[in-house]
Each structure stands twice: as structure tokens, then as C-alpha cells.
């Protein structure tokens, strides 16, 4: 086996590996399922999210431990992870192939001769990292979640393509297929980043991988190396004709820019390529040619980026209701120093209701999670801590089923609450329709239950005068056929008479009612039949209300539900409260 | 030399031939395609007009009020007062057992079909000789999570049954005769293919709009759609839905009954133990049975009265003279 298999076997292997990590973040007891899987592993390798979320909380988080894994690689042997290892890199190398293998070879060296524009990643890490460190003086964000292609990867698979699985019917892995609200900007990044290879090979490794830069700098040092071993070539350039990272091997080797592909020690027939601690007979250079201009301007746009960006409030005073974070989310900013926006929330939540956020949460949100009641099979389940237990960077703090609903050491803090729901009166179909529901009582899973109801009678609109005639047993008949006979008889009607009794309607029919108890005297003739509808209103009562949204989900009100779940009064931010 | 640059005849008549061809290929998919009056207003699809008809008519109408603390004991002796399972499940039959498994709620809450009942009851179909024991619901909440979290799926599992999860595909349009409100709605028709016993299996518990949740209501999970919107009628809609389904049994569990905010409790202290299991043919009369563990009468609930009016059984369960056993 040469090593460019070796190094295709090992790329396959953890593309596959990311497919069946994306598959397994499914609730469950199957084997398939989340049931001890190690499902943020590649994640957790990723030394960014680790370096990134360190700079912006000070700590490194339980998994994320695993980048050194991949720091000690990359410092001993080079970019190895970027060659072997990262499965949108293996995207990336496989579309580049599909869109040249046809080329004849002077255009293939020429596309992947190297470009000065190679240093513009390192600019964004620039941008990027100097973003996250100012999070613990409270001037910062984290950003990297958008770039980082573990993170984008992950996410463009559990939120683009498994569902488009399901949906083709290729795949069932939950009862209902699953739907992510603003899957189509995180598909048009995939997608856009996938098909910039067609122009350039290994487009977004080359100019845009802020992991690339940073394993760039981390491998410069590199114990091996490949190189010109000074014998031998004879300039044919098919070294180049391969070269993933556009280093330039065949001249002075950009080592930080090598992706350890291999191709060149393959394609090299006369051994003029070799990888060993020896530097290259042409020379090195460790570094593309950073411009101290462009990383200061960069460093410098990262620095403001957070402030800029916070000018909208959104994060203080014009916080955005709307915006439902899972149970166990941190407080906004502290959520926003961790949140990487791999989608592992979204992925596992088995009523498919945690959702990519679009600008709900200003540009800083972005596909960070959001919790939407109109789509999934329920609201947020107050029996689930399945989020927090998966979020690789603890944005989403790992609750345990005690802490989330408020018992054993935390009753006295009581149930975790993501926001509070408002009965809007005027949509409501007991309080503006004269119509009864109550289905959002009736879901309401806390005990005792946050929505309660108000009974009330109220005279329903006639259509046409009705007048007694007479009482016979259980029946009023009436003068005349003034009544849409069966409309009264659901159960819910009563007829109030003079006497101030109020009889439930049984039955009726176009010109008389019968009622339980019978009505007896006391409805003399002449007297206005006066039909009431029991209805019972819903109240929320906001000390029980812990923000599920079961309420939302149910509402038959479809559209805009007529009962509506804010955040207000969400546990994680104080300043939010709104009960005395 | 200036260049002949005319059309060759040949060419020119090659030319014309193709884009008459074309003219011709585009004139044909337009005329045939051609929908000169608009789409139409949207008609009912096909649809089933009835469920089978599950009952054992050879068993005529029984009914067996069984006490005492334990679930299991209750259902046997329960089952025995009504003439032994055997009595309505032969070899070869299969078996549906339609369970309350609405909520993501775990057993002890009793918001749901307790497990050792399901495991009992398809455990007993079985031994009587039950090709096949299927368990299903379309529950309120995630469904598989209801299953999961309720035990019903373990149990299931445990039992032999096979568990039936609500997928869109096993719906069908239904109307029910004579109905005003299941009228061209998704009943879970694909749950009960191929069945020839269906056997409700219902906790008693307390709930806000219809006054109780027992046998009848549970065939509520038969529907799919917005269901909810039947909130509005819920007398008439539980009355309708045992128009719809004539069952085998109906086994209405109320050794412990949800006697406050249901129908999803949450806390031990919405519960009472009532120590009452009751097995009937009748799903009127049980339901009129188990109106009396939740401290109500027949006539406080309206869908009582609207199903014996519909000639789907008595509210006055003396009537049949239940057995009536300790366990």
C-alpha cells in the first residue's frame, strides 16, 4: 500500500466516522443511538474550539481536552490533521479531484502554485482570537463557531444533509423528519465553500480555515518535514501537480502551508522528495509572509468586533424576548463566549424543537440555539437534559434531571425556567371567540399546572329571538322554530332562567331545549330563553410557568399561537426576571 | 477573393427542418399540457368509512369491577370475572392493544397506561394463543419519548408485542357515519391492519375540559391531524370516537386515579390510591364505572349521556350486574 492510500483510507475513515457521529446524536437506546458514543470526539479534537473557548472563559472545558491530541501531533509531524483527519478537508480534496482529474498537467501545477493571499486565514484566526479574548473583560464574543470547519461540518450534516436524508426516505431516525428553521444559509455556506475547489483546489484549507492557520503555526516547528532532498530532480513539476496545500515543493517549501497530503513523496519518480527532519535543499520558509499591516488590522477589527457589535443592546437592554434559549443555556454573554455552533443541540433534542438561530440574537447569534414551539413533535420536555449533556463547550451548562425540575438539594430554587408564557387575549378562542378549548391547560406538564382556568358564562349571540312557551319534564319548548336544532346540545350550553338557576343544555331541537336538572317551574311562558356557553378562560400563573412552550406547541391556534412563550423571566439572566 | 459566404441550399434546408422540429416539439407539449380552466378547488380524498368491528358478539355484554392494591392481580381476577381472556382471544387472533401513552411521564406519575398492565394483558394474549400483539398510541407528546419514558415500549418489548410508533404513513382519511365531527380525518388506520381483537387499556384520571379521561377518551389517540381543535366539542368528540371503534375489552385501570390536573399530573399528590380495575365489553358502562373513582356521577359527564344516546352502551352499569372480585 503506498502512503497516499494509506493517508485516502484514513480520510474515508473519518468522514465516515463524522457521518456515523452526526447519525448517532439520536436519543435513544439502539445500538445506533446515543448510548455511550463518543459523538463529540471530532469535535473535542479541534484545538481552536479549545484554544478559542479557553481565551474567552479562562477554562477548558471536560472533552475539549483531546486538542492537545491533536496540538502534540501537529507539533511533532505538521498539519497531518488537516491531510488525514478533517473531514471537510476530505470534502474539499474529493470535489477538487472530481472538478480536475480530466486536466492536463501545466494547469493543475498552476492551480496549485502558491498564493501570497494564503496568508489571509491567519488573519482571520487573528480576527477571530483576539474577538475571544476580551469575553472575560466583557468585550468579547465567540466567533469562530462560524469558520471553524469541524463545527461547520458537523453542523452542515446533522442540520442539511440528514435531514434531506430523511426527507428522501434514505434514512429514518426519527419518527417525523426532522425540520432546522435557516438550514438554507447554513447549506449555502456548505455548499459555497465546497464549490470554491472547482476554482481553486482546497479553497477554503488554503485562504479561510482559521484551524489551518492555527495548525500552521503549530507546525512549523515539525520534527519531520517534506522537503527536496537536493538529488535527483530532474523539474518535472509532478510534485506539484498534487500538491494539496500549495507549499511549493519543488522551490523554497512553505512548511506552514503543507497539508501532509503525500502526493508529492508518490508522484516523485526520481526520489528528489522525502519526509525526515533534514530541511529541504531549496530552503524553508516556516511562515507565509505575514504583513504585520494585516494582522494588526485584523487583530484590531476582532478587538472592536464584540463592542461593534454590541451597540445594538442585544445583549443588554434590547434583548431580544424571542429568543428561547435551551434549559441550562448561561446568561447571554457567558452563552456567547462558548456557544461554537455545531448543531449537537439541535441534533439530539428528540422533539426537534432547538433550532439554528438566524439574527434573532443579532450576527453574534448566529446558528447558535434557538428554541422554536411551531415545529417539532412537542415543546421543550421538562423530563430532558439531553442538550446540556451533549454541548461540547458547556454553552449549554450539563443539568441533571434534579437541577431542571427543582427537586431533591434544588427545590429550593425551584425548576429551571427558559422564559414564561402570555395568553394573547385577543386571539385566544375562550377569551376572544366565545369559543372553549383550554388544550393548553390541559397540556400544561407541571404540577401544580402553570395555566389555570376562569370559568365563565357568557349569553351567546342569538340569531333569533327565542320566547317560552311552556315547561314539560326535562324540555322548554319554545314559540316557534328559532333554534339550528343539535347547536346547543354539546355540553357546554346552559340556559339561565329568571329564577337565577343556571341548566346545562342536553339537547335541542328547532323550537325547544331539554336540560339537566329538568327546568320545572320557574320558567314562565313569555320569558326570553337566555342560552349562556360555559367557557374556561386560561390564566398562566407565572410562579409555575417554567417556559416549556408544551402550551405553544399545542395551541390550535395555528399561525400565531394565542398563547406564546417569551423569555422573560428566564432563569440564566437575573435582569430578566419579572415577578416581585 | 470574396468569400461565398451564402447558405448552401442544403443547409438552409437542414436548418428549417430542425427549427421546424422544434417549433413542432414545443407546440405539442404545450397543447397537450394545456389547462385552459385553472387548477380545482380541493376534493376529499379516498377514505375508509369504517373500522372493523372487534367486538366477541358470542360473549355478549360483560362487565368486572375487580379490588385490591395491585395492578396486575387486579387485571387477572378482572379478566377472569369476565370469563377468562380466552373468552375473546382465540388462537390465530391478533391482537391490538390500544394504550394511554400520551405523555413523556414516567410510570409512577400515572399519566399513562401502566406498564405491568401492558405487559400483563399482552402476556395473557399470548398465552391464549395471539399470533401477534401490537401496542400502540399517538400520543400528545414526542412520541418516543412517551414510550420510552412511560415504560410502555420496554414492557412491550419485554412481552413479545411489537410497539407501533404513529408515523405519518400509517394515517388515513376517515369519515365516521353519521358523525358531525370525524368527518375526512387521519385516524391511525395502519396500526390496526390486519387486526382481529382490539383492547383499549386506560388509566382514570381527572381532566379540566371533558370532566375525565378514561376508556373512551383514550381512542382520542387513535386520531392524528390538529386534533386538538376538537377541544371545542370534547363531549361530542369522545362520544363519536366509541361510535367509531367497537372494541373487544376495554381494561380501565383505576388501582391508583389522577384525581387533580390532569389529564398530565406531574406530582405524586394529584394521585389517590382507588384500588378498581375494571374490565367490560361495554365501554359506556366502564366508563360509567370509573366516573365513581373520581368522585363523579355518570350524569356529571355529558360524553356518557351522548354515547348511550348513540346506542354505544348503558351508563347504568348495575344494569349488567358486574362481577364484582377482590384481587
Known sequence: MTIRTARRVSQIFFVLLLVWFCVAATLGDRFWQLRGWPVNWLLDLDPLAGLATLLATRTLYAGLLWGLATVALTVVLGRVFCGWVCPFGALHQFVGWLGRRRLRSKLRVEANR??????????????????????????????????????????????????????SGALALSPLPRFYD???????????????????????????????????????????????????????????????????????IQISECVMCVNCLDDCAHGAIAYRTRPSSEGESLLPDLRRRGFLLSAATGLVAAPTLRLGAATGPN?????????????????????????????????????????????????????????????????????????????????????????????????????????????????????????????????????????????????????????????????????????????????????????????????????????GPGTPAGSALAVQIRLQQPVVDPRHCIGCGVCEHECPVLGRRAIRVTAENESREPHHRMML | MPVDDRLSRREFIGRAAKAGACLLAAGAVAYSTHDPDGPAPAAAGPQASALPDFAVNAAGRRMCIARGEDRVRNLRAGLQGVGGIEAFVRRGDRVVLKVNAAFASPPMLSATTHPDVVYELARLCFAAGATSVVVTDNPINDPASCFALSGIGEAARRAGAELVLPEERLFRNMTVKDARLIRNWPVLLGALAGATRLIGVAPVKDHHRSGASMGMKNWYGLLGGRRNIFHQDIQTIIAELAAMVRPTLVVLDGTTTMMTNGPTGGSLADLKETRTLVVGTDQVAVDACGATLLGKTAADLPFIAKAEALGLGTADYRSLAPAEVSA
Not at chain 1, 204 to 219: E, K, Q, T
Not at chain 1, 415 to 421: C, D, L
Not at chain 1, 426 to 435: E, F, K, S, V
Open chain 1, 114 to 167: 502558491y498564493r501570497p493571499a494564503q496568508r489571509f486565514k491567519y488573519y482571520v484566526l487573528a480576527a477571530f482570537l483576539a474577538a475571544a479574548a476580551l469575553a472575560p473583560l466583557g468585550s468579547g464574543t465567540l466567533l469562530i463557531g462560524l469558520l471553524d470547519p469541524l463545527p461547520l461540518v458537523q453542523r452542515s450534516v446533522s442540520l442539511v444533509l440528514l435531514p434531506l436524508a430523511e426527507r
Open chain 1, 182 to 252: 435557516g438550514a438554507g444559509l447554513i447549506a449555502a455556506v456548505f455548499a459555497t465553500a465546497l464549490a470554491l475547489n472547482l476554482w481553486v483546489p482546497r479553497f477554503y484549507c488554503r485562504f479561510v480555515c482559521p484551524l489551518g492557520a492555527l495548525l500552521g503555526l503549530l507546525g512549523r516547528y515539525a520534527l519531520w518535514r517534506i522537503g527536496r532532498t537536493g538529488e535527483g530532480c530532474t523539474g518535472c513539476l509532478k510534485c506539484e501537480r498534487n500538491c494539496e496545500g500549495a507549499c511549493r515543493p519543488t522551490g523554497r
Open chain 1, 319 to 519: 434583548w431580544n424576548p424571542d429568543l428561547i434559549r435551551p434549559p441550562g443555556a448561561l446568561a447571554e454573554e457567558d452563552f456567547l463566549a462558548r456557544c461554537i455552533k455545531c448543531g449537537q443541540c439541535m441534533r439530539v433534542c428528540p422533539t426537534n424543537v432547538i433550532h439554528p438561530a438566524g439574527f434573532e440574537g443579532g450576527l453574534e447569534g448566529l446558528w447558535t440555539p434557538r428554541l422554536n414551539f411551531r415545529i417539532g413533535t412537542s415543546g421543550c420536555q421538562h423530563t430532558c437534559i439531553a442538550c446540556g449533556q451533549l454541548c461540547p463547550t458547556a454553552a449549554i451548562r450539563p443539568l441533571s434531571l434534579a437541577e431542571r425540575r427543582g427537586l431533591q438539594s434544588f427545590a429550593g430554587r425551584g425548576p429551571v425556567r427558559i422564559g414564561t408564557a402570555f395568553v394573547d387575549r385577543g386571539r385566544c378562542l375562550p377569551w376572544a371567540m366565545d369559543t372553549p378549548c383550554i388544550v393548553c391547560q390541559e397540556n400544561c406538564p407541571v404540577s401544580p399546572k402553570a395555566i389555570f382556568t376562569r370559568e365563565v358564562f357568557t349569553p351567546v349571540r342569538a340569531t333569533a329571538p327565542a320566547t317560552v312557551a311552556r315547561a314539560e319534564g326535562s324540555r322548554i319548548v319554545l314559540q316557534g322554530d328559532t333554534l339550528v336544532a343539535g347547536r346547543f346540545g354539546t355540553g357546554d350550553y346552559h340556559v339561565l332562567l329568571p329564577d337565577g338557576r343556571r341548566l346545562r343544555i342536553t339537547a335541542n331541537g328547532p323550537g325547544w331545549v331539554e336540560t339537566e336538572p329538568a327546568p
